[in-house]
């Protein structure tokens, strides 16, 4: 059974600083996908990453995936109120997609 | 931008009625999906649907689950004999092919079952 974990599941930062969410994988996959969640709302597509080494970037998030790992991560750089949401990892395996448990960022002025 | 839209944005039921839940998907995309999430926790896998048929589907989706393409644009989830625990947010989702490209999400249904 694939299991997927995120870390941390919670985080709270300050405007302008810079963190890392992490998304740790139990099987191999080659499509790994981030999206975020504002409450009570449906699930963004931020990346979607298809092979080893996938670096995408998108304003102050950049998403990476090594696949020999079994890790991709979502960086935050010079964080802002507006990035507060939950964030997921997704791992696409088979017909469906796995999800971690979810970050809560917080980001505080 | 295309996107995937749901009804009802809310439904409230009371335990043991039927409950449908309705999907239009991005034209052209062939593959479709269902998932739910309970209030709180993570995003989890129900079905998926390609060709007319189931092609792969969770322990969660058991016999009280059943999914539908009645036509060409709808994609539906009845839950037979709704229970308590089935209250979550129930999301759908399409995509074009299966090589990669984005799962799309529709904003959801929220199933409150009492």
């Known amino acids: 059974e694939l299991k997927v974990e995120q870390n941390p599941l919670f985080l709270s930062m300050q405007e302008g600083k810079n963190y890392t969410i992490y998304c740790n994988y139990s099987?191999?996959?080659?499509?790994l996908y981030w999206y975020r969640q504002d409450p009570g709302k449906s699930l963004e597509s931020l990346f979607v990453l298809l092979s080893n080494g996938a670096v995408k970037q998108e304003g102050r998030l950049m998403a990476s995936l090594d696949t020999k790992a079994r890790l991709s991560t979502l960086h935050i750089t010079a964080a802002v109120h507006d990035l507060s949401a939950t964030y997921f990892c997704a791992v696409d395996k088979g017909s469906r997609l796995t999800f971690g448990e979810g970050t809560q960022l917080t980001v505080n002025p | 931008e295309p996107e995937v839209t749901q009804t009802p944005s809310h439904q409230v039921t009371q335990m043991g009625q039927e409950v449908i839940l309705r999907c239009v998907p991005i034209?052209?995309?062939?593959?479709f999906y269902w998932y739910r999430q309970i209030l709180g926790q993570k995003v989890e896998f129900l079905v998926s649907f390609y060709n007319n048929e189931i092609s792969e589907k969770s322990e969660i989706f058991d016999d009280q689950f059943s999914v539908e393409r009645p036509d060409g644009s709808n994609f539906t989830l009845k839950i037979r004999s709704t229970k308590l625990e089935d209250s979550a947010m129930y999301f759908c989702a399409s995509r074009g092919d299966i090589s990669g490209n984005t799962i799309y999400f529709g904003e959801g249904s929220w199933l409150t079952v009492v």
């Open positions: 099987t191999t996959s080659d499509r």
């Open positions: 034209s052209n995309h062939l593959y």
